[in-house]
């Protein structure tokens, strides 16, 4: 409603207040300066139409300038702020008067120059509404009404019509003050609100941007503990992998220091016997064979474990991945067991940045896990390697097989070094953790798996984009 003022409080209350007494004095000083004007033109007019007239009334006619003058000059002063309503009111009184005095002898004139007192009177409805204004206008009301009204030549108008005409129009311009205070209070308020849901969003931009920092440092710290973990993993899959030829090498080797001692006491003994020869030829053939076998299962293990390095300083190029794979296909090929089909797909143009040999490592690696563990038992199958874009200007290369897919139980260790099911024999449980530590490591992308018991497998890895250059190079893969 109308009438219903938005409420301020606190700093709210203050501010506003400020900004409304700024606004009065643009009210006042629009006024004054416009009664100015039209009062120094009329005198310019009047001179030419009736001078003497103008020569009667002209002091009068200084003094009301003199006093809007007086009006707009005080509208600078900050310290009329506090009064500003009274002395308002005060100085349109004033000037008013001297304007009536002049035009009093003329009685269409000071009848025109009430008027345009009334329509000035109507000028003040901008201030700001509240009790000041109330008090100014209705003193500016009666004192209209009983004084310069008569002094004007409207004396025949008895005094409770003068009254209520100018209490209409007092009405009027408070009326229009409230209205457009209410719309004033509710444009402040909502700025102030704006400017409060601003400071909270900074405030929860710096809250976001302290909590992001925090977990950037958890981050860091969960990576070094998982580093650290897999580091423990690792040492234990190593210890694992390698105590089985380590103690097979020491028994045998410890059972053919004992035989050779025994024999060696024989010999000295002058007892030897052609069965005592061929038993020690016997045993020390077959120690020999079993130190051979686990020391060459040794040396598999731990160059099969190196591989978990990747070499850093190999040059990081820009690939056109399609040639890459059409020239890699042949070699992928001639591993695939018969049943097993080969399917590379790959669009012209899709470069990405990384080293040669770790992509090869990584596609011999992951096609092979698929074909030595999807498909047992001569199942026939297919094995698809795709490579496309991910929307954000990466690179995906995907690895999927039909085969027998991974259960549930063993599809989070995948990526652990000498993890396998214990199901295929032969397998070091190295292959994607060669992988893992080559796409996360020097290619800079990530890597992840899904699988499904009895559904298949895919590997999917993301590659960052290649830099801009000129040409991408024409790789050819290495014969492996």
């Known amino acids: ?35 100015l004007v039209a009062q120094t033109v009329r005198i310019f007019l009047d001179w030419n139409v009736v001078p003497d007239l103008v ?20 509208s600078f002063l ?32 000071s009848q025109f120059v009430m008027t345009a007192l009334v329509i000035a009177f109507l000028l003040f409805s901008p201030l700001s509404f509240g009790r000041p204004l109330v ?32 209490g209409v129009v007092c009405g ?3 009326l229009g003050s409230r209205t457009l205070e209410r719309q004033w209070r509710r444009a402040f308020l909502l700025e102030r609100n704006l400017a409060r849901s601003h400071e909270d969003l900074r405030r929860t931009h710096r809250e976001l941007a302290a909590a992001y920092a925090t977990v950037k440092a958890t981050q860091a710290q969960l990576v070094k503990a998982e580093k650290t973990a897999a580091l423990g993993r690792l040492v234990a899959g190593v210890a694992h992998r390698l105590n089985t030829p380590i103690g097979t090498l020491v028994g045998a080797s ?16 002058g007892s030897l016997r052609r069965s005592d020869l061929a038993r020690f030829l016997q045993t020390a053939g077959e120690a020999s064979a079993l ?93 698809t390697v795709r490579a496309g874009t991910d929307g954000e200007g990466g690179t995906v290369l995907t690895i999927a097989d039909d085969g027998c897919g991974i259960r549930a139980e063993h599809l989070e260790h995948v990526f652990d070094p000498f993890y396998t099911d214990g199901h295929i024999g032969g397998s070091r449980g190295l292959g994607l953790s060669i992988v893992h530590s080559a796409v996360v490591g020097p290619l800079g992308g ?13 590997v999917i890895i993301r590659l960052p984009p290649a830099e801009q250059s000129s040409e991408c190079p024409a790789v050819e893969p290495a014969v492996p």
């Open 1 to 35: 409603m109308l009438v219903d003022l938005p409420r301020l409080q606190g700093d709210d209350a203050t501010i506003y207040q400020d900004r409304a007494r700024q606004r009065d004095r643009m009210v006042v000083r629009f006024i004054a300066a416009f009664i």
């Open 55 to 74: 020569r009667a009334g002209l002091p009068y006619r200084f003094g009301g300038l003199l006093c809007f003058t007086a009006l707009f000059a005080m």
């Open 78 to 109: 900050r310290a009329s702020s506090a009064h500003l309503h009274a002395l308002t009111g005060a100085g349109f009184l004033a000037g008013s008067a001297f304007m009536v005095n002049a035009f009093a002898g003329i009685a269409v004139q």
């Open 135 to 166: 008090l100014m206008l209705g003193t500016m009301a009666v004192a209209m009404a009983t004084i310069h009204m008569p002094m004007a030549g409207l004396e025949t108008v008895n005094l409770t019509a003068r009254l209520a005409i100018i």
């Open 172 to 174: 009027l311009a408070l």
């Open 254 to 269: 410890s059972h053919l220091a004992d035989r050779t001692e025994r024999f060696s006491r024989t010999v000295a003994d």
């Open 291 to 383: 130190v051979l076998d686990n020391a060459r299962l040794t040396a598999r293990l731990i160059d099969a474990f190196k591989q978990l390095e990747t070499n850093a300083d190999e040059p990081v190029i820009a690939m056109d991945l399609g040639r890459f794979l059409a020239g890699i296909r042949p070699f992928l090929a001639t591993s695939m067991p018969p049943g097993i089909a080969l399917v590379v797909e790959a669009p012209a143009g899709l470069t990405v940045q990384g080293t040669p040999n770790l992509l090869e490592t990584v596609l011999y690696q992951t096609v092979g896990n698929a074909v030595q563990h999807a498909f047992p038992d001569g199942r026939r199958g297919t094995v």
């Open 446 to 458: 990530d890597i992840a798996i899904d699988s499904r018991d009895g559904h298949g497998t895919t």
